[in-house]
């Protein structure tokens, strides 16, 4: 009788990149040149993510525009990319507002989003850039600091929309009469272009009650006598990290058990991933969830854009804001950066623990690839250096530890099962890095240095690497 196969998560990898993990010697080599920890970064797929995003914006509404949301990642060649493709850019800070302009963004193709203290307001009035307002005071203080003669273009962002957690951003509902007083009264310096919206959450039923409230508040400002020309819906577009959603469910079926105590330890520490036990059953939503979706943003933004509103005589949103001459922009991140990174690691030894366990250290902590609250679900892809090729001693379950003094830097607290055990020397590369992973929690405890960024490209069936920083696009 054969025996189970172990649990495994599979990651979802774009063709490119899968091509040049298993190139035989090319992580190693590259490496080899720039040190490890390195994050590298894959322009090409980013390109062909803005692209399918394009397409479907296309096909149902005549005008629109896609800003990347340069926070998700501080690649420049991103950034770069993006400039080529003739889109926007969506910035945060001043310093993502530098890298745009220095890439070759014109201000007119700048989005201002996020909150912005008294020294970023002065610096962006008379600047040309879209300032996405995020509260009143900040709105106040646009009219007040404008140029005369100078309007200055804004967005509104609200929030507060029923059925959806509260937010710290935005201008909630309830507020938003007076900030129609404001721009209508100040209409000779702010130029109104529409409202706007972002919700963290990926369930539809949500961003069509947001879509139709910002509908409603339209209407309410061309009574005031403002002529808004967009809807802006944001972002937030979820990422398909899992190759075969069966295979996660089952993994996720396997770790329920074991945290019940039935069969095989899969976890470390005790660890239950926001799980927890009641009644001898396992209740709550896990911390991981993001992992199992598997609606790409391409089919929410078509599903969106298709949903049909009862209260505008079932036509659709797209058919509403081609109807009124809105333009439909969107500040999607994640969904352009989606397979679009790796990270990889050297294992620098492997070591048996009090319990048993086979505990893999790396020379990365956890927050090089992933923030400290959640928990990567999918299997990082081993690669043998050239000295362990002839190693195999089987599918063996294992822990992944990092580099830090401390004990929570687990890299995995769940049990990942390698076609072999690692040995020193050897490469695991984590499958999809780019968004947000790279860099929104990385620290430099201990002194470690922060990990090279690399970008790559392939010519010819050939791949060419360097330093994101000297990354160069191309015109194919």
């Known amino acids: 009788m054969t025996a189970a196969a172990p649990p495994g998560l599979p990651a979802k990898m774009h063709a490119l990149v899968r091509a040049f993990v298993s190139t035989p010697g090319l992580v190693e080599e590259t490496v080899a040149g720039f040190g490890t920890p390195a994050h590298l970064v894959f322009p090409q797929v980013f390109a062909e993510n803005l692209e399918r995003l394009r397409a479907r914006l296309a096909a149902r509404v005549p005008g629109y525009r896609i800003c990347y949301a340069h926070k998700v990642n501080q690649s420049r060649a991103f950034v770069v990319t993006a400039q080529a493709a003739g889109v926007g850019i969506d910035v945060a800070s001043a310093a993502e507002l530098d890298g745009a302009l220095a890439a070759g963004f014109g201000p007119e193709r700048i989005e ?42 804004v967005l509104v962002r609200v929030s507060g929309f029923a059925g959806t957690p509260v937010s710290r951003f935005g201008v909630p509902l309830h507020r938003v009469d007076a900030v129609i007083k404001v721009l209508a009264a100040e209409r000779e310096r702010i130029e109104f272009r529409g409202f706007a919206f972002h919700l963290d959450s990926g369930e539809p039923a949500e961003r069509v009650r947001a879509v139709e409230s910002c509908l409603v508040l339209t209407e309410r400002a061309y009574a005031s006598g403002l002529t808004p020309s967009v809807l802006n819906i944001g972002g937030g577009f979820r990422q398909v990290f899992t190759a075969d959603a069966q295979a996660f469910d089952a993994y996720v079926h396997a770790l329920r058990e074991s945290l019940l105590g039935r069969g095989e330890q899969m976890t470390w520490a005790g660890n239950t991933f926001g799980f927890h036990l009641e009644d001898g059953a396992v209740h709550g939503t896990p911390v991981f969830h993001k992992y199992a979706n598997t609606v790409d943003a391409e089919r929410m933004l078509s599903d969106l854009l298709d949903t049909e509103l009862e209260t505008h005589a079932g036509r659709t949103i797209a058919q509403i804001a081609a109807e009124n001459l809105l333009e439909v922009w969107l500040e999607p991140g994640k969904a352009l950066v989606d397979h679009a990174g790796i990270t990889v690691a050297r294992v620098e030894f492997v070591k048996e623990t009090a319990d048993g366990s086979t505990l893999v250290n790396l020379d990365l902590s956890r927050d090089t690839v992933t923030p400290a609250d959640q928990e990567v679900m999918v299997d990082p892809i081993l690669v043998p250096a050239r000295a362990n090729a002839a190693a195999n001693s089987g599918v063996t379950g294992v822990f992944l530890a990092g580099r830090l003094c401390l004990e929570r830097d687990l890299i995995a607290n769940h049990k990942v099962w390698l076609p072999r055990c690692p040995q020193s020397g050897d490469y695991l590369v984590f499958p999809n890095t780019a968004a947000y992973h790279m860099d929104l929690s990385a620290a430099r405890a201990s002194m470690h240095s922060m990990p090279p960024k690399l970008a790559v490209v392939q010519r010819s069936g050939t791949f060419a690497v360097c330093p994101d920083v000297d990354y160069r696009h191309e015109v194919a």
């Open 112 to 153: 201002v989003t996020g909150p912005k203290g008294e020294g970023f307001v002065r610096e962006l009035v008379g600047a040309g850039v879209v300032i996405n307002v995020d509260n009143l005071w900040e709105l106040e203080r646009i009219a007040a600091l404008a140029r005369p003669g100078t309007r200055v273009p």
